[in-house]
């Protein structure tokens, strides 16, 4: 099992230290999971009406008192589209590959991911709905400055699942994120950056808790629960391949 975590570890994922912005002890989880998921949607609103997408399309909140940010535009007013799970995506103008060379990214595909993700919880206090708990789950700008290839939230190679020692692990939705899965195949793959290229962000996915793990077994990626989380993704994605026979997953281990 010390082997699988290892390989997970290296070949999926970029993390960096993030200081959580609340006390997770405060967050009480609604009983109705409906509930829950009116909080997200509610607290995504309030995120995408807080911030906009700078010139290399990194998110950022408005500033209370440097006007300089007066004139960009709200997430929401970035034509956001909203998914069938209540995923959300963004495509940010001029940010796209060229269509000459655009790859279309694949259901069992190996992607190279440059960006940063960050997980929420959406919490109400006294009828105000916004997110809390703000941690870090991908970052290779800040961190190494190297895409990662292939992580295992987008897709689970057959060998890992076949090596799970429990029930949930051999199963594909104990690691991938559907809802990122699902919106990230609406965007195109640059046609194999360099790893050294300097980014320029493709756009945002916001996946609410009922389209990422909601309330089911999941694994434990930096230790942590994901229980009732909503993911933010700011993104490029510089390549993709074509991925072997042998490590797609079987029909069973995708149910």
Not at 5 to 16: D, K, N, Q, R, V
Request: glycine share 6%; net charge neutral; proline share 5%.
């Amino acid at each position: 099992m010390k082997k699988i975590f290892l390989y997970i570890l290296a070949g999926s994922l970029c993390f960096s230290a993030c200081k959580k912005d609340d006390d997770v002890s405060t967050y009480v989880e609604p009983e109705d999971v409906a509930t829950q998921n009116t909080y997200d949607d509610q607290a995504i609103k309030k995120f995408m009406d807080e911030n906009y997408l700078d010139a290399q399309g990194n998110i950022k909140a408005f500033s209370s008192t440097d006007t300089a940010d007066d004139t960009e535009k709200k997430l929401s007013e970035l034509s956001p589209i909203t998914l069938p799970s209540g995923t959300i995506y963004i495509m940010r103008d001029g940010a796209q590959p060229p269509a000459a060379s655009a790859k279309t990214i694949g259901d069992t595909d190996i992607i190279k991911i440059m960006g940063r993700a960050y997980s929420y919880l959406a919490v109400n206090s006294d009828g105000n709905t916004s997110f809390t708990s703000k941690t870090a789950f991908l970052n290779t700008i800040d961190g190494t400055g190297v895409p990662v290839i292939d992580p295992t939230y987008y897709y689970v190679k057959k060998s890992i699942l076949d090596a799970g020692t429990t029930d949930a692990a051999k199963k594909a939705k104990y690691y991938q994120i559907p809802g990122f899965r699902e919106a990230l195949q609406k965007f195109k793959a640059y046609n194999n950056l360099s790893s050294e290229a300097p980014y320029n962000l493709q756009g945002v996915i916001i996946v609410p808790s009922r389209a990422a793990f909601a309330r089911n077994p999941h694994y434990p990626y930096l230790n942590m629960s994901y229980r009732n989380r909503t993911f933010v993704f700011n993104f490029q994605i510089y390549g993709r391949e074509d991925r072997p026979d042998s490590d797609k997953q079987t029909t069973e281990q995708q149910q």
